[in-house]
């Protein structure tokens, strides 16, 4: 338990993290990578390139601290932080690192305003939080190893078919080395790849959706090819042009809270665009194996024809589906998902489940507010680091 001079220091401090807090964790990310360089095996470069990781982080510990006097109610925020540290192999250890670093960058950036009363105050602050995200990741640890077949940190998995989707997204099929059972995972849910990219000093870590339905045979994610010059698009451009079948490349297990409740029997709407289409595709096929009565409808938005994947797969899952709607637009012939759209074809009476880029996002979630649907009704998943959505809530 914190003291109650403690949470009055925090809480009276927290102001400075709104005004300071992407330059407090600029700093602490640079210091950070210096004394410990083998963390960038774990963390994301590309986020870090684009200060995203920075602003994630800075709006947590704001979050943190906001709320210091009750923690209870950052606890969802944390299980998601949590889900991305147990696919990237968070250990307890990392943690007095990370909270050393912290503590460093909060005194450098604040200088004299930050008291020996202050950083003690955080740093008590700091060790209690730490310790939540320790046991909750703990647990999580738990439940994947627990599961038939399942695992802690990373696994090797064996490429056993690659198969190209659309003319920028590939699927990979992926069997564990050991020749062992795959553990069931909740349609929606991710996974963090590992490799080696040549002229790279450090691992690279991505996570991707898995987008098929659980079946105890493979996984398949399917990866967009991100421009060659993209900070982002080193791991993509190594899957698709390096990475082949018989090749191998290390896994953690399945995470991640976007998912499908398999116990509701109420429509369902999936909403993408672009790549988000993945998670969609293993909640798609999850009901139309097992729910195939459940009213559903399938609205999507690509560039083109050309970049559009699953289609045939989507039609060939309808066709054993006794009520499903099925949408497909192209901007690139003036064709966008509006409100009329979604009028048309989401399911007023059931929840959407929204995957994409965040201007995509913001737009289909002011949509759905705009005719009525309730936050309880909308399902979201960020690209990346959370960021904030710019949304008109219900």
Known sequence: MLSQQTIDIVKSTAHVLEVKGTEITTVFYKNLFAAHPELLNIFNHANQAKGRQQTALANAVYAAAVHIDNLAAIIPAVKQIGQKHVSLGIKPEHYPIVGEHLLGAIKEVLGDAATDDIINAWAEAYGVIANAFIGIEEEMY????????????FKNFTVVN???ESDNITSFYLKPADGKVLPSYKP???ITIRVSVPGEKYLLNRQYSLSKAADNETFRISVKKEDENNPEGKVSVHLHNNVNVGDTVELTAPAGEFVLDPEKTTPATFLSGGVGITPMMSM???????QPNRPVSFIYSARNENLHPFDKDIRTLMETMDDAKYVSLYSDSDEFISKDALKEYARIDGDVYICGPVGFMEAMINYLFELGYSNEQIHYEFFGPALQLELVEA
């Not at 439940?143 to 077949?149: I, L, Q, R, V, W």
């Not at 798609?284 to 097992?290: D, L, P, R, S, V």
């Open 284 to 290: 798609f096929e999850t009901i139309a194996k097992n």
């Open 188 to 190: 929606g849910q991710f």
């Open 162 to 164: 690659k198969v190209k």
């Open 142 to 153: 738990v439940a994947a190893e627990s599961k038939e077949g399942g695992w802690r940190f």
